[in-house]
């Protein structure tokens, strides 16, 4: 092939500019991201296929001051793969300052770099991106008095976040309405069971829906959004927030049905 022709034929394709750009800016990226090894202080089971991760910030104090603001997530890579893990960070703004820990719900998938870490053990060592994202915009449903409804929703890991959002506080006991829908396949994969009592205790409603529940489940069951729609309890959408992660058809469907309904797009927190 000639250069004139090898030229036009470049030319005509710039999808494969773009892309090839795209991925050399992401190298770039990777290869200038500073990263902080630290140890890790606790692996255990939090549900099937879910593990809570903690890691010691003792020696990391910026990185430890650096989260914010709830839903806020970093970067991880273990000392076997060199791919790094998008992980939220589970604990409540201000965990890490007070205790030196960032505490992580880490769903295991086979051949990912998320096995490894729910394989490691206390004292092995990984290596933790900055902290990224600007999490919930928890002030575009403030004060409590103008926006007494607040619906958040949630399914699989995508409970992370929303731990970190109810621990840190967000007025919910001076509201009227506050209602967590958080749907797993059955109780077996719902993490946090352990803190519902807590986060009921803070003003919060907890309505668990099961995908695929058990003979003898008498909650809600099907997808979330199915849910939602079955609960037909009237809110004032102008004064109504909503919280939304998790699959993406759930929180494309919610949002369609809320904005729908006519709760504004902008008291619709997602943690971007």
């Known amino acids: 092939?000639?250069?004139?022709?090898?030229?036009?034929?470049?030319?005509?394709r710039p999808h494969r500019r773009r892309l090839a750009s795209l991925a050399v800016a992401a190298a770039v990226r990777q290869d200038t991201a500073v990263w902080t090894p630290a140890p890790?202080?606790?692996v255990e089971p939090a549900a099937e296929s879910l593990f809570h991760v903690t890691v010691d910030l003792s020696d990391a104090p910026d990185l430890a001051t650096s989260h914010s603001r709830a839903g806020q997530?970093?970067?991880?890579r273990v000392p076997a793969s060199e791919k790094p893990s998008f992980l939220a960070i589970a604990s409540?703004?201000?965990?890490?300052?007070?205790?030196?820990?960032?505490?992580?719900?880490?769903?295991?998938?086979?051949?990912?770099?998320?096995?490894?870490?729910c394989g490691l053990k206390?004292?092995?060592?990984?290596?933790?991106?900055?902290?990224?994202?600007?999490?919930?915009?928890?002030?575009?449903?403030q004060p409590p008095e103008d926006y007494p409804t607040v619906l958040?929703?949630?399914?699989?890991?995508g409970i992370s976040p929303i731990r970190s959002l109810i621990e840190s506080g967000f007025s919910a006991s001076k509201r009227s309405d506050v209602r967590l829908y958080y749907g797993a396949r059955n109780l077996q994969r719902m993490a946090y069971q352990d803190r519902f009592k807590d986060w009921e205790s803070s003003g919060v409603s907890i309505v668990?829906?099961?995908?695929?529940?058990?003979?003898?489940?008498?909650?809600?069951?099907g997808y979330v959004q199915a849910a939602f729609r079955r609960a037909k309890q009237i809110f004032n959408p102008n004064s109504t927030g909503v919280v939304l992660c998790g699959q993406k058809q759930m929180t494309e469907e919610i949002t369609?049905?809320?904005v729908a309904d006519g709760v504004s797009s902008d008291k619709i927190l997602k943690n971007f």
Do not use: C
Not at 124 to 129: A, H, P, T, Y
Not at 152 to 157: D, L, Q, V
């Open 1 to 12: 092939m000639s250069i004139v022709r090898h030229l036009t034929l470049y030319r005509h």
């Open 40 to 42: 890790i202080s606790v």
């Open 73 to 76: 997530y970093l970067q991880l």
């Open 92 to 117: 409540p703004p201000g965990l890490a300052a007070a205790k030196g820990v960032f505490e992580f719900l880490v769903k295991s998938v086979a051949g990912s770099t998320a096995e490894l870490l």
């Open 122 to 141: 206390r004292g092995d060592v990984v290596e933790l991106g900055p902290v990224m994202g600007n999490g919930f915009d928890v002030d575009r449903i």
């Open 152 to 157: 958040i929703f949630a399914t699989g890991s």
């Open 208 to 221: 668990p829906v099961l995908s695929q529940p058990s003979d003898d489940w008498k909650g809600e069951s």
């Open 256 to 258: 369609s049905i809320l």
